[in-house]
């Protein structure tokens, strides 16, 4: 077992020499493809493959669907949150919200997270390890067979944080991307960060198309820093900075996410401080209602104080909206998505 790879960490190209080293021929790595994203994961059940074939795979490789532990739907029907079971054990959770426009994916990138932001329940019990980008993609292979619908849109804002595991997360892009695959187009994906400055210039470099957005949540650093740790390594200007060569290497506008916390982050001052530091900038205000996590004791403002906030920053220029919630009676809205379904139990 120790021996077998997860043929989804493979790309094209990569399982076309696997053939050639196995002595095999090359188009049998598109016909295995074929299968795998027509939800057929076991290799015995890929008619079109010569019995010995089937054998190799079976004695090397294995497809690395995870296992539904658990599956939980809201109570409007929208959104369903999976938890999934990896082969060593390791378990996260995924989310899928169905829009008037399609299914939107929620996907987690790391076990666990270890950037501590105080308000997000992902982080609670640290990082075990990162995912590779075929345990990235196994999620979608598994959420879209369990709900048997086209997924459009991924968002990489489950546990974990993307630019912590750059290249396997670009991997994942490129393999969603391919046309043999998934065939989602980058500007079909959002990826959040909490703000990894050199990690966000390099991904400026690679040109991709996708959407970025940045965990911001405080007008400056004193506020960020109590929220967020990483704040003390990296400051908003430097931030600024590198979200500005993101654009003008990319010209896609950036997101910057801002969870509107009561009496931390939501004064009139505050909005005014960040309509000031983004004016001029390429960028769009998505503010999210605080969501509880029982470990933070942290509340969300009135939809009237959000009203506010969010007017205020419209009236300097800025482009604002409000994140819709959706999954919070299952915890799968924002913040609440972690890793240990375990501690979750006797938590109840
Ligand atoms: N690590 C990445 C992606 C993860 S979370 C990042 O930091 O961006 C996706 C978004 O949900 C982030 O903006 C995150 O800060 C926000 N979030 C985390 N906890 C939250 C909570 N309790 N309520 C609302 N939003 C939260």
């Not at 075990?128 to 879209?144: K, P």
């Amino acid at each position: 077992m120790i021996d077998l790879k997860n043929i989804l960490d493979f790309d094209i190209n990569e399982l076309r020499n696997w053939m050639k080293e196995n002595g095999e021929k090359e188009f049998r790595a598109k016909q295995i493809f074929d299968w795998i994203y027509k939800d057929c994961f076991e290799f015995d059940q890929m008619r079109n493959l010569p019995e010995s074939l089937r054998k190799k795979l079976k004695e090397k490789l294995y497809v690395g669907i995870p296992e539904v532990v658990e599956k939980y739907k809201s109570r409007d029907g929208d959104t369903n949150k999976f938890l999934f079971r990896y082969m060593d054990g390791n378990i996260i959770e995924t989310v899928v919200m169905h829009y008037k426009h399609g299914n939107s994916i929620c996907v987690s990138t790391q076990f666990g997270c270890r950037m501590g932001c105080s308000f997000c329940a992902s982080t609670v019990n640290g990082m075990v390890r990162n995912m590779t980008c075929g345990e990235i993609l196994g999620q979608i292979l598994a959420a879209r067979k369990e709900i048997g619908e086209r997924i459009s849109n991924i968002v990489l804002m489950g546990t974990g944080e993307p630019l912590d595991n750059f290249e396997n997360v670009l991997k994942f892009i490129d393999l969603t991307n391919a046309d043999y695959g998934f065939n989602i187009g980058q500007r079909h994906i959002t990826l959040s960060t909490c703000g990894l400055v050199p990690q966000i210039k390099k991904l400026a470099d690679m040109n991709y198309q996708i959407t970025l957005a940045v965990s911001l949540h405080a007008p400056n650093d004193k506020i960020r820093i109590e929220m967020m740790p990483i704040a003390n390594k990296y400051p908003i200007n430097e931030i600024l900075d590198a979200c500005r060569y993101y654009i003008d290497k990319t010209n896609r506008r950036i997101t910057f996410e801002y969870a509107l916390i009561k009496g931390k982050n939501n004064s009139p001052e505050n909005a005014a401080e960040l309509a000031d530091i983004l004016k001029g900038m390429l960028c769009h205000v998505n503010l999210i209602p605080v969501n509880t996590v029982v470990e933070n004791g942290f509340s969300k403002p009135s939809p009237e104080e959000v009203n506010t906030f969010c007017g205020l920053l419209a009236k300097r220029g800025i482009e604002t909206t409000v994140r819709r919630e959706m999954g919070s009676d299952i915890n799968a809205a924002c913040g609440q998505l972690r890793r240990s379904y375990l501690k979750d139990q006797r938590s109840d």
